[in-house]
């Protein structure tokens, strides 16, 4: 990892981060995190991306697997898969930094294309890599014109392809070409998360989620589950739980009022199936994170995993 990478992500997210440690770019799909201390759990379902982390360490576990990381890294998450993360090094005088860019299919398809890149591979959708140098040489470019507007609106759109090409080049590449896989079983299935993350609330019938991904019923259950290690039922159960615990936390919603709020009918449903997600019921989880707040200085924890969420993308 560059040193110079490090001080234009440290000098952008120290100006621009918000309360809840992100930094928001002018660029779509791009986003800056910093935190001065050790986080708590964070669950969320993610979007396709890629976060390079330049100062600070993480630790995110999807299913029995664990994966640490650390400055010189990247993470990859190649699909909409429920992860456990935390950040495990920081503090005022280091803190963590990472620059997480949100992967376009688009791209990816046309750069495969050009590039004559091989079929690809099959592998898990969660992966630690360490940095390539034209990597983090392509972020550098990228965050250096973000406090530019009269260069940012001419060069954005071929840095963020530049970007995307050197990951495609290097370790991570195998992984992410599936994204953009026309009519690939990735994007089939994105068009049913699409759908569920937009209706999350509302009876979704296997038969509609199967129409959108243009499956029969047997083989886009089986492909749901290999690609996000979910069935369908599942995922929206954890986006409800997912936003139910952010709207106790940001906007102060009792439990009952949550849980009608995000499709639920029985609030002790709710929160059992609350419980068994995070460990705890709602009103001991919202004393547990007040009480966590209340020794931690605005701003010095990332994002919440509501607000990853919310946003679709987190590092």
């Not at 986003?31 to 979007?47: E, G, H, K, N, V």
């Not at 950040?87 to 005088?93: D, E, G, V, W, Y």
């Not at 080049?169 to 049913?192: E, P, W």
């Not at 993350?197 to 009876?203: L, Q, T, V």
Request: glycine share 6%; aromatic share 6%; charged share 20%.
């Amino acid at each position: 990892m560059t040193t110079s990478l490090l001080d234009e992500v440290r000098r952008y997210a120290d100006r621009h981060t918000d309360d809840l440690g992100v930094a928001r770019t002018p660029v779509a799909g791009l986003d800056m995190f910093r935190a001065t201390r050790p986080s708590p759990l964070q669950y969320a379902i993610y979007r396709p991306h890629v976060a390079v982390v330049v100062q600070g360490s993480k630790r995110v576990t999807m299913g029995r697997q664990t994966f640490e990381l650390s400055a010189g890294d990247s993470l990859l998450i190649a699909a909409d898969v429920p992860t456990v993360s935390q950040i495990t090094r920081a503090n005022m005088n280091a803190p963590y930094y990472s620059l997480v860019l949100e992967l376009d299919p688009a791209v990816i398809a046309s750069l495969a294309m050009e590039m004559q890149a091989a079929r690809a591979s099959v592998g898990g959708p969660v992966r630690i890599e360490p940095t390539e140098v034209e990597v983090a040489e392509a972020a550098l470019r990228l965050v250096r014109v973000l406090d530019r507007p009269a260069a940012l609106p001419v060069l954005q759109a071929q840095l963020v392809r530049e970007f995307h090409f050197w990951l495609l080049a290097g370790r991570h590449g195998d992984a992410i070409r599936r994204l953009g896989v026309t009519d690939g079983h990735a994007q089939r299935i994105g068009k049913a998360v699409a759908l569920i993350r937009e209706n999350y609330a509302k009876p979704l019938g296997l038969e509609r989620l199967a129409d959108a991904a243009g499956m029969s019923l047997s083989t886009f259950h089986h492909h749901f589950r290999a690609i996000t290690t979910l069935t369908p039922l599942q995922f929206q159960k954890q986006l409800r739980l997912i936003e139910g615990r952010r709207l106790m936390m940001s906007e102060g919603l009792s439990a009952g009022n949550a849980a009608y709020s995000v499709g639920y009918q029985s609030v002790p449903h709710f929160t059992r199936e609350y419980g068994r997600m995070f460990g705890a019921p709602p009103v001991r989880d919202m004393r547990q994170a007040k009480h966590q707040a209340s020794t931690t200085d605005p701003g010095a924890t990332a994002a919440s995993s509501e607000d990853i969420e919310a946003n679709a993308r987190r590092a």
